[in-house]
């Protein structure tokens, strides 16, 4: 993206990942320098305790040993397995785009 557009992504979106690990926190953090990362797919028992107690967002710190450097602002999205509400812009929907 750097090379061909001039940017550098801050910000991931998992579509569809399967299982989680303090690795990956460490990776999009510290290594590709992710301030933030989303993703739909979480354990439903997880998700139904996040939700009760309004922690769908929050930081994943991967290590106490790598400190801040190894953690990222995460949040499982609220509704499910697709695109938050305003942002599907697949050709079976009807939301404007973003400028």
């Not at 940017?7 to 991931?12: D, M």
């Not at 301030?35 to 290590?63: C, H, P, V, Y």
């Amino acid at each position: 993206l750097l090379e061909e557009f001039g940017v550098t992504p801050t910000i991931g979106w998992q579509i569809d990942p399967f299982g989680h690990s303090a690795t990956q926190a460490a990776l999009l953090s510290a290594e590709a320098g992710f301030n933030g990362l989303f993703f739909a797919r979480i354990d439903e028992q997880d998700k139904t305790k996040r939700k009760a107690d309004k922690t769908l967002e929050m930081i994943w710190r991967a290590s106490e040993s790598l400190g801040a450097a190894a953690q990222v602002f995460t949040g499982a999205f609220w509704g499910g397995y697709g695109p938050p509400d305003h942002f599907c812009w697949d050709i079976h929907c009807n939301d404007d785009p973003v400028m």
